[in-house]
């Protein structure tokens, strides 16, 4: 039996050198086993001469790893890289340290345009090379498997959103989908639901709970203590309730009814059925189905209120106001106070200029020319709305109920019925005629 014997594993990486009792032997018995065996690449110098110095001892045995070759690498499979993030996580970091939990990052809103994701090509494989020198193979990377949507465009290996919406992923398909729709309530399991699209919520919104979205939004059920904002019409089938309730809608806005809540609309808001002690600002205003009542709180519409009956018995107290720039105003109160400010520090600079004061006092002029002009804009459109402005009730309008035309004021002292209001510039009186 020979002394020296190499074994090399199956995948031809590795050469063990094993050695038994024997004849005392050197180096040139160990290149002869090297040779025979066809070991060529990845020789381990160090081990060999450590072996070769043993052999002179004929009890020497040993087992040693004398070559190591270099192992193939696979190429990396493609993959799908989100430049948003998807899927929903714990909570949501906040300035102050805090985590809100209400924010899940459940939905990813995605504005047309906006680069999503990209598409990482698969790498090559790199081969190897055995004991003996023979190349070792390895596969190659496959290509991701992704499937766009009709809301993305691929460009090269960028996914581009071609709508507004949400951005959604379901193993190999991704897309950005104009309406989504969540089929339970929004809660701690989803958190807040925000998209660039429309939405439709099989469910209600709940305690402290926030639902966005550009376009419609849709509410199966109801409002509870929370937030929903829409740049266009929003639908709750069900009541808003609770003082922390708010709803705005750039569109029209419909509910079935509210008690408590702010509610805004670009367009027309209409009840199903009533509200009671809420705040509501809107273009026109309508409660005409249902009980159609309206009491407590404040009814402010830029046109026209339409309800059934407004105020109650004891009266609680209710405002229902038309020609109403509540908003405007305030903006322009914001606006004013800041041009004054300017105005004040322009003045302020004059002082110490001598000579170049005059450009600095002319600044401040055109900024108290600029707040004039825009009071005087915002008087002139209130004039016209209330050239239109009407306030009807088809029921009764209880004593007590207070009517705002304008800046005009009137507090209703009998009961009225079948009843439609408006201001009479002209007489500066307020105008009342009988429904039919």
Not at 29 to 39: G, Y
Not at 61 to 69: L, V
Not at 179 to 205: C, K, M, P, Q, W
Request: include cysteine.
């Amino acid at each position: 039996m020979e002394r020296l014997r190499i074994e090399i594993a199956a995948d031809g990486t590795t050469a063990v050198l094993h050695v038994t009792a024997g004849p005392p032997t050197g180096t040139a018995a160990l290149q002869q086993v090297l040779l025979q065996n066809h070991v060529v690449h990845g020789l381990d110098a160090q081990a060999l001469a450590t072996v070769a110095a043993a052999l002179a001892d004929p009890g020497h045995q040993s087992r040693t790893e004398i070559a190591r070759g270099t192992p193939a690498c696979p190429g990396q499979d493609g993959r799908l890289e989100l430049l948003l993030p998807v899927g929903v996580v714990p909570g949501t970091g906040a300035d102050d340290g805090s985590i809100d939990f209400r924010e899940r990052h459940f939905l990813q809103p995605v504005a047309a345009g906006v680069d999503c994701a990209r598409v990482i090509p698969p790498t090559a494989a790199q081969p190897g090379r055995s004991v003996r020198g023979t190349t070792l193979a390895a596969p190659h990377g496959r290509p991701a498997l992704v499937r766009p949507g009709p809301g993305l465009r691929r460009d090269g290996d960028r996914l581009l959103a071609v709508r507004s919406g949400a951005l959604v992923r379901n193993g190999a398909t991704i897309d950005v989908v104009p309406l989504f729709e969540h089929g339970a309530d929004v809660d701690y399991r989803s958190g807040n639901l925000h998209t660039d699209g429309a939405i439709a919520v099989r469910g209600s919104v709940g305690e402290g709970f926030t639902v966005t979205g550009d376009e419609a939004v849709h509410v199966t059920g109801a409002v509870l203590d929370a937030t929903v904002r829409s740049g266009g019409s929003v639908r709750i089938d069900q009541g808003v309730m609770g003082p922390r309730s708010l709803v705005i809608a750039g569109g029209d806005l419909w509910c079935r009814h509210a008690t408590g809540a702010a509610l805004q609309a670009g367009g027309t808001l209409t009840f199903g059925d009533g509200a009671s002690h809420c705040r509501v600002t809107a273009t026109t205003i309508s409660a005409r189905t249902g009980r159609g009542t309206v009491f407590g709180g404040e009814l402010r519409a830029r046109h026209r209120i339409d309800v059934g009956t407004a105020g109650r018995e004891p009266g609680a107290p209710t405002l229902l106001a038309v020609a109403d720039l509540t908003f405007a105003n305030a903006e322009l109160v914001r606006n004013t106070l800041g041009e004054e400010k300017l105005a004040q520090r322009a003045r302020l600079r004059a002082r110490g200029q001598g000579p170049n004061a005059g450009k600095a006092l002319r600044a401040a002029a055109r900024l108290g020319d600029i707040a004039r002009d825009e009071r005087l804009q915002l008087r002139q459109q209130q004039r016209e709305l209330l050239l239109q402005a009407t306030i009807a009730v088809h029921d009764t309008l209880h004593q007590g109920v207070r009517l705002q035309f304008g800046e005009h004021h009137h507090t209703v002292t009998d009961p009225r019925r079948h009843v439609r209001l408006r201001w009479n510039p002209d007489t500066d009186r307020l105008l009342e005629e009988t429904l039919p």
